[in-house]
């Protein structure tokens, strides 16, 4: 068998074992041979000047391995996020945003932006209409989270948020007959645009059906953004490390965590 340092195959049984073999504990640093957690002093000095890492290299590199590191046994289980976490977060907050907006709009009874308010002129008369004002407001923030979305999506590099985001621009594209008639278009990079004036004439039942009927435009909106939301959360978990190298990687396997240390 190789050896390394002076040390066999006999000798690594010894150094292991002495790790739990220290009895005299007067203190954390005095006395004795090991501290109060068990340490072996002797032992520490061996793993500081690096004869452990040593003893592991030469018994993992019989099974051909140059690195000293059984990549069979780290690097097979590892997981990856093909974004890294300032991606991730961005995408996440402008899902979650987009989610918002597209409830404001999709929320029905008393709450919602479609319930019909009551006003009175300066004569007294009353006018039950809708508070085209607020509607325009919140399809107006909207859009402009629907825009977010739409461009931090396309920056990803995670399947499941790419698709996401392509259902978004796919639905967009499906009703874009009936968006138009409320004023929004869609530029050729699927950014969407909403003229004032023609929504303020627009028929607001238009608006409502576009956003409150079962199935509609704003529900599958909202719901394609919730996925993006879920997706960015989970993919954000996927802690990134940095490799003894000093390359940042996205490994989170254990090993490639220790490996880092020696």
């Not at 739409?150 to 995670?158: G, L, R």
């Not at 594209?173 to 004032?196: C, E, M, P, V, Y």
């Not at 490390?241 to 390359?247: E, F, H, K, L, M």
Request: proline residues 0%; without cysteine; hydrophobic residues 30%.
């Amino acid at each position: 068998m190789a050896t390394i340092s002076g040390y066999d195959s006999a000798s690594i049984g010894v150094l292991f074992s002495s790790l739990n073999s220290g009895s005299q504990t007067t203190g954390l640093m005095g006395g004795g041979s090991s501290d109060l957690l068990g340490i072996n002093y002797i032992d520490y000095a061996t793993i500081r000047s690096g004869s452990y890492f040593k003893l592991l290299n030469a018994f993992y590199s019989k099974n051909g391995d140059g690195d000293g590191v059984k990549k069979s046994t780290v690097s097979s289980s590892t997981s990856t996020s093909k974004d890294d976490a300032k991606v991730l977060t961005a995408e996440k907050s402008a899902a979650s945003a987009l989610k918002a907006s597209a409830e404001k709009l999709t929320k029905t009874g008393r709450d919602s932006v479609f319930e019909k308010v009551t006003t009175k002129d300066k004569d007294g008369n009353e006018t039950t209409d809708y508070d085209k004002d607020a509607i325009y407001k919140a399809v107006s923030s909207f859009v402009d989270d629907y825009n977010r979305l739409v461009e931090k999506a396309s920056d990803s590099k995670t399947s499941t948020i790419l698709r996401a985001g392509r259902s978004m621009v796919n639905y967009t594209r499906a009703n874009a007959n009936l968006l138009s008639k409320i004023g929004i278009t869609a530029d050729h990079n699927q950014k969407l645009t909403i003229d004032k004036e023609t929504f303020q004439k627009a028929d607001m039942d238009t608006v409502k059906s576009l956003f409150q009927t079962r199935g509609s435009y704003g529900q599958q909106i909202q719901t394609q953004a919730s996925f993006i939301e879920s997706y960015a959360k989970n993919e954000s978990l996927r802690s990134n490390t940095y490799a003894r190298t000093g390359r940042y990687t996205y490994n989170h396997n254990t090993g490639d965590l220790y490996s880092s240390f020696m």
